[in-house]
């Protein structure tokens, strides 16, 4: 009977001490010019609700508070807006009172040089070297070239495979792809080396800022230091071997004729940045068109039929150009 009213009094104890965490956490952003929200646990905030729930937590918040409200995300009070006027204002205004956040998690482990971290005459400059290499130029002689050659290979090994894990496949494909347009000629044990730590970088973003052995954010920060190092070791080899190369990297660490020259560092950033805006949205993005394309048969037809036409035009071995691209109408449809 004694046991069962310890156990009664300290289940009282931890859940008066639970509510009134909560209400202390409430309390400290309960500010009359805060937007309507709630803010969860005192460091943890609501990232577990945030990361369990995924799209279903956003637009749960959104039906109770508006497309404006706070929250306490991946260690950060966060203000959430997601109202096309407000992200308008902010993004035109960067620097001008509001900016753009992100999790703390994010900024330690993508580096501190990297666009979602600088804002004003820094943010020009990792923009600007970024949109050049995206140009119509390199769009048309380097990326959709490599891009249909690399898809070409990845795509003919599926045939050895007596399942495809779809999930799986993406997310490799769309790392190999980005990396293979950065940097094309690893050997794949350094490719194999790049992937594995750039997988524990991604699940370390999306953490609380927790610095202790096993959390993954510990995990996520000595991944980043690994890919600085492989990174560090590739453009030395580069510099030395005097070699010309057709790749991202290549034009990053150029000196002659570069509008937007970039130190050691904010290369490595900008390197990791473009592996990881890419990474999760086209794995996503490519998974799910292959599952609504078999939901919707006569659609994944006509997406057979405008390919075919423009494969019967050109010879076997010619890649896909920017004109046969600007010419699938219904590809692009599909796409979005």
């Given at each position: 009977?004694?046991?069962?009213?310890?156990?009664?009094?300290?289940?009282?104890?931890?859940?008066?001490?639970?509510?009134?965490?909560?209400?202390?956490?409430?309390?400290?952003?309960?500010?009359?010019?805060?937007?309507?929200?709630?803010?969860?646990?005192?460091?943890?905030?609501?990232?577990?609700?945030?990361?369990?729930?995924?799209p279903d937590f956003m637009r749960n918040q959104r039906l109770r508070y508006g497309c404006f409200f706070k929250s306490?995300?991946?260690?950060?009070?966060?203000?959430?807006?997601?109202?096309?006027?407000?992200?308008?204002?902010?993004?035109?205004?960067?620097?001008?009172?509001?900016?753009?956040?992100?999790?703390?998690?994010?900024?330690?482990?993508?580096?501190?040089?990297?666009?979602?971290?600088?804002?004003?005459?820094?943010?020009?400059?990792?923009?600007?070297?970024?949109?050049?290499?995206?140009?119509?130029?390199?769009?048309?002689?380097?990326?959709?070239?490599?891009?249909?050659?690399?898809?070409?290979?990845?795509?003919?090994?599926?045939?050895?495979?007596?399942?495809?894990?779809?999930?799986?496949?993406?997310?490799?494909?769309?790392?190999?792809?980005?990396?293979?347009?950065?940097?094309?000629?690893?050997?794949?044990?350094?490719?194999?080396?790049?992937?594995?730590?750039?997988?524990?970088?991604?699940?370390?973003?999306?953490?609380?800022?927790?610095?202790?052995?096993?959390?993954?954010?510990?995990?996520?920060?000595?991944?980043?230091?690994?890919?600085?190092?492989?990174?560090?070791?590739?453009?030395?080899?580069?510099?030395?071997?005097?070699?010309?190369?057709?790749?991202?990297?290549?034009?990053?660490?150029?000196?002659?004729?570069?509008?937007?020259?970039?130190?050691?560092?904010?290369?490595?950033?900008?390197?990791?940045?473009?592996?990881?805006?890419?990474?999760?949205?086209?794995?996503?993005?490519?998974?799910?068109?292959?599952?609504?394309?078999?939901?919707?048969?006569?659609?994944?037809?006509?997406?057979?039929?405008?390919?075919?036409?423009?494969?019967?035009?050109?010879?076997?071995?010619?890649?896909?150009?920017?004109?046969?691209?600007?010419?699938?109408?219904?590809?692009?449809?599909?796409?979005?």
């Amino acid at each position: 009977m004694g046991i069962v009213m310890v156990m009664i009094g300290f289940l009282f104890v931890l859940v008066l001490l639970c509510s009134a965490l909560l209400r202390w956490n409430e309390m400290r952003y309960n500010k009359a010019n805060l937007p309507p929200g709630t803010m969860g646990w005192p460091i943890f905030g609501e990232t577990t609700e945030f990361l369990k729930q995924g799209p279903d937590f956003m637009r749960n918040q959104r039906l109770r508070y508006g497309c404006f409200f706070k929250s306490h995300l991946l260690g950060c009070p966060t203000l959430v807006s997601m109202d096309t006027e407000i992200n308008r204002y902010i993004l035109k205004n960067e620097s001008k009172g509001l900016v753009p956040g992100y999790p703390q998690s994010m900024l330690d482990i993508l580096g501190t040089c990297n666009m979602a971290a600088v804002h004003g005459s820094s943010h020009r400059l990792m923009r600007g070297s970024l949109l050049s290499l995206i140009s119509s130029t390199m769009m048309r002689d380097h990326i959709l070239p490599k891009i249909d050659y690399f898809m070409k290979s990845y795509l003919g090994q599926w045939s050895e495979l007596e399942n495809v894990d779809i999930q799986d496949k993406t997310k490799h494909m769309a790392f190999l792809s980005s990396l293979s347009q950065i940097a094309g000629n690893l050997r794949k044990p350094l490719v194999e080396e790049f992937k594995n730590e750039f997988f524990k970088l991604v699940v370390g973003t999306l953490s609380v800022p927790v610095d202790l052995p096993g959390t993954n954010y510990r995990c996520g920060i000595q991944a980043r230091k690994n890919i600085d190092r492989l990174l560090s070791e590739l453009m030395r080899e580069r510099k030395d071997s005097g070699e010309t190369f057709t790749d991202m990297l290549s034009y990053l660490m150029k000196k002659e004729d570069n509008r937007y020259p970039l130190t050691d560092e904010e290369i490595r950033d900008q390197v990791v940045t473009i592996l990881y805006s890419g990474y999760e949205t086209v794995s996503t993005t490519s998974m799910m068109a292959l599952k609504y394309l078999h939901d919707h048969p006569k659609a994944l037809e006509e997406l057979r039929r405008e390919h075919l036409t423009i494969r019967e035009r050109k010879r076997q071995d010619d890649p896909l150009d920017l004109e046969n691209v600007k010419s699938m109408k219904f590809t692009r449809a599909v796409s979005n």
